[in-house]
């Protein structure tokens, strides 16, 4: 059985990821966990104030989500019951990707599913949007669902490495865990400006893992502006139904002095998209 972890907020980008999810899964033995993390900080004094002697913590900030949570996990039920499928909600209010981390060690999570609204501000310029957070910090699959994407069968996948990564069976297996590389055609594209001298042996390993032959190979330089267009481009002419991105650790001092990228792909990309970290 599959454990996935759905990071949902209610909001329509989160509900499309979920549907999308139940679709994806469909015919597999998978248990389902809905985490939503409330906003602490949303909640004013005068909101702590007001609530009555009886009520704990739990009741006054956590009672409202609990319900919409209830809620849906009920909806689901009803609707996929010729699924093999079970539920279970989790809610904290901790910070955002400890509360995560948390859940993926509790519950042997193979993959995290969330919706990508395609929206940034300066503080997600800075920090990070719960997206490039989650990707950097949890040591976990991270799969990406574009607000209003259709869920449509997975019959082309895009391998995405840059110049500081290379493809390696163990951590593309993570992969391999949630896409039938037997039925899925691959492609790969490097983002960087030469190609590494490993590249022979890298395609070879690719070639035996999805066991195809003449493996379509395309580059872009690391230096390319708006990479996430330029993938949308080449997800366009390659039919791409999903995208695989190996990403890299970067610290926070290199985030604000260049751009790594993955911020520009989560906000651009079109298709479904899997992040592995290393």
């Not at 990071?7 to 999308?20: D, K, Q």
């Not at 994806?24 to 909640?43: D, M, R």
């Not at 055609?185 to 999805?210: C, G, N, T």
């Amino acid at each position: 059985m599959k454990n996935i972890l759905i990071l949902s907020n209610f909001e329509p980008h989160s509900i499309n990821a979920t549907t999308y999810a139940m679709h994806f899964f469909s015919g597999q033995s998978c248990h389902f966990y809905f985490l939503n993390i409330v906003k602490v900080w949303e909640y004013t004094t005068d909101n702590l104030i007001t609530a009555s002697e009886d009520e704990t913590l739990y009741d006054t900030i956590l009672s409202s989500s609990k319900t919409k949570l209830d809620t849906k996990i009920a909806f689901l039920k009803e609707t996929y019951t010729h699924e093999d499928y079970t539920f279970t909600d989790l809610l904290d209010y901790d910070v955002f990707t400890d509360a995560v981390k948390q859940a993926v060690k509790n519950h042997d999570i193979d993959c995290i599913i969330m919706g990508s609204n395609g929206q940034s501000n300066f503080i997600e310029k800075i920090f990070g949007s719960h997206s490039t957070r989650v990707i950097r910090k949890v040591n976990c699959p991270v799969f990406i669902i574009p607000e209003n994407y259709v869920y449509e069968p997975i019959h082309n996948a895009l391998l995405v490495l840059d110049k500081d990564t290379t493809y390696t069976t163990h951590v593309f297996d993570k992969a391999f865990k949630i896409i039938d590389r037997k039925t899925t055609r691959v492609s790969v594209l490097r983002l960087s400006s030469s190609e590494p001298l490993y590249q022979k042996e890298e395609m070879h390993q690719i070639e035996k893992d999805f066991d195809q032959n003449n493996i379509p190979y395309f580059h872009l330089s690391q230096h390319t502006e708006n990479k996430g267009k330029q993938l949308q481009v080449v997800d366009e002419v390659l039919k791409t139904d999903i995208n695989i991105v190996r990403t890299s650790p970067t610290s926070f001092t290199s985030r604000i002095l260049k751009n790594t990228g993955i911020d520009d792909l989560i906000l651009k990309i079109e298709k479904p998209t899997i992040f592995l970290k290393n």
